[in-house]
């Protein structure tokens, strides 16, 4: 089954960079879209960026100019760059991917449109 590991999450101050990464199985990142979520205590997941086949990327309003969303298909890893950290930042960041042949993007970064789905990694930044 596919699996996908996330790492990198810590706890950052105010105004720093962190990278995330998520790990997928097999030849995997090529022939999907991907996507990372985060999903805060008491709040709703939220998708923040996405990738298709292509390496066309879309993001959210709140998260444009400051994610940087890229992935490296030999290596089946997806990034995730923050820049700019802010303290509503803080949440569990979550890895998904589509179904096989998931090509495209739509216009929004909806769960629906993510069939994988990795444990997670927290991310905390203090101010």
């Known amino acids: 089954q596919v699996q996908l590991v996330e790492s990198g999450g810590g706890s950052v101050q105010a105004g720093g960079s962190l990278r995330l990464s998520c790990a997928a199985s097999g030849s995997f990142l090529s022939s999907r879209r991907m996507a990372w979520f985060r999903q805060a205590p008491g709040k709703e997941r939220e998708g923040v960026a996405a990738?298709?086949?292509?390496?066309?990327?879309t993001y959210a309003d709140s998260v444009k100019g400051r994610f940087t969303i890229s992935k490296d298909n030999p290596k089946n890893t997806l990034y995730l760059q923050i820049n700019s950290l802010k303290p509503e930042d803080t949440a569990v960041y979550y890895c998904?991917?589509?179904?096989?042949?998931?090509?495209?993007?739509?216009?929004?970064?909806?769960?629906?449109?993510?069939?994988?789905w990795g444990q997670g990694t927290q991310l905390t930044v203090s101010s």
């Open positions: 990738i298709g086949t292509d390496g066309t990327t």
């Open positions: 998904a991917a589509g179904g096989y042949y998931s090509l495209g993007l739509g216009p929004t970064i909806s769960k629906t449109d993510f069939a994988y």
